[in-house]
């Protein structure tokens, strides 16, 4: 089961106990905060949050906003519920918010650079394919047999490993691997352990009075996601 660790005023359970979020279970911790709490008193608080959490086996959790306890649990082997997976799944509608608030449109060229080809990665060119006129793949090896694929079930094309001025000259770059030398007008970072940049939002339009914005949305969603009880589609991305 996932943890979920959450702030109240009031006096905190004892135990953890079990909510639910869109049919999903979780596994809930609440610490006690209030407005003149000592730091020294809510560290403690995250401790025996965590051992609760520890105690029952739970070792990913969706922390709140800013939270600066992470590695208080982090300490009783509790972990942020990995949110890159889901990232990379909404990468075509995150790239769309994007270029719309920068009033990019029309045949837009977009690179993606990789280090091998997954599954993921085959999902996010081939919507981008669909979506935008250009779009290139910079990988060291195969993509051969993804292109002929790709011209010859929707009639578009991929460009394969092309020049570095190709890829900079690109509006937008999809990094599914680190590529601190290459730069464009818009970056989406889309590697296990990249950060995720402050001005992303994700919400869910249909759900939105039953999902909880005082936590890690999309730590939240990526836990809904893995379980089946929200697909990515569902998610939109705003950007600021």
């Avoid at 089961?1 to 079990?18: C, D, H, L, N, Y």
């Avoid at 008193?41 to 306890?69: D, H, I, S």
């Avoid at 935008?132 to 079930?153: F, K, N, S, T, W």
Wanted: hydrophobic share 45%.
């Amino acid at each position: 089961m996932i943890g979920f660790v959450a702030w109240t005023e009031e006096k905190a359970p004892r135990r953890a106990g079990e909510s639910a979020i869109l049919r999903m279970r979780f596994l809930e911790v609440r610490l006690l905060r209030r407005k003149n709490t000592p730091a020294a008193v809510l560290r403690r608080r995250a401790a025996g949050a965590a051992k609760k959490l520890q105690k029952v086996g739970v070792t990913r959790a969706v922390f709140p906003e800013a939270f600066p306890y992470e590695a208080i649990f982090a300490k009783y082997g509790v972990f942020p519920v990995e949110v890159m997976r889901l990232y990379r799944s909404i990468a075509g509608e995150w790239l769309r918010a994007e270029l719309a608030n920068r009033g990019i449109s029309g045949a837009t060229r977009v690179a993606v650079c990789a280090d091998h080809l997954t599954g993921e990665l085959v999902r996010a060119v081939t919507e981008l394919c669909l979506r935008y006129r250009y779009v290139l793949l910079d990988i060291p090896d195969g993509g051969e047999e993804l292109a002929r694929q790709l011209r010859r079930e929707f009639g578009v094309s991929l460009l394969l490993r092309p020049a570095t001025a190709q890829v900079e000259a690109a509006e937008a770059l999809l990094l599914f691997a680190p590529r601190p030398e290459l730069h464009c007008a818009v970056t989406l970072p889309l590697y296990d352990g990249a950060p995720i940049p402050a001005h992303v939002a994700l919400n869910v339009p249909v759900q939105e009075e039953r999902t909880p914005h005082d936590c890690r949305r999309d730590q939240l969603f990526a836990a809904l996601c893995s379980a089946g009880a929200l697909r990515a589609e569902q998610i939109e991305v705003r950007v600021s």
